[in-house]
């Protein structure tokens, strides 16, 4: 009997380890592609500040392009559509139109895809209407 009650006790030891490392391991790759889509993410909407500023305008083209490649790789699929939106509403081989209604608010609609992608519904709620700003050079990095 004691024997059994080793035996069971065994089991019930090893299965819990299972257990904690398999949702150990699970927790850590669910952490891993939230962090690499907020890395694209982000890659996006810097490639698209520099779009707007429009100092090169190839090397914009390019940028735009290469991001928008490496998110269609992570993003779900309502970030996708909403992305798909975006682009309705501006012609990448023109100047954007800063002052467009449409072109913010599909802009909006992408970026709260994104956060909603990243961080959960409730991240949007009063999310006001933006637009895409340009800046002037980029941080130094140290």
């Avoid at 429009?54 to 699929?77: F, G, I, M, Q, T």
């Avoid at 913010?104 to 895409?132: H, Q, S």
Wanted: proline share 1%.
């Amino acid at each position: 009997m004691e024997v059994w009650i080793a035996i069971i006790g065994g089991t019930i030891g090893l299965f819990s380890i299972a257990l904690s490392n398999y949702l150990s391991k699970r927790q850590n790759l669910n952490f891993e592609k939230m962090k690499l889509k907020e890395e694209y993410y982000k890659l996006y909407i810097e490639a698209m500040s520099n779009n707007v500023n429009n100092l090169d305008r190839e090397k914009a083209l390019e940028e735009s392009a290469y991001a928008e490649n490496r998110l269609k790789l992570v993003a779900s699929s309502e970030v996708l559509i909403k992305l798909d939106d975006f682009r309705k509403t501006t012609n990448l081989s023109s100047e954007f139109n800063k002052s467009n209604f449409d072109h913010d608010f599909a802009f909006t609609e992408l970026v709260k895809a994104m956060r909603k992608d990243l961080y959960g519904k409730k991240c949007n709620k009063n999310y006001p209407i933006i637009g895409i700003i340009g800046r002037i050079g980029r941080p130094k990095k140290d």
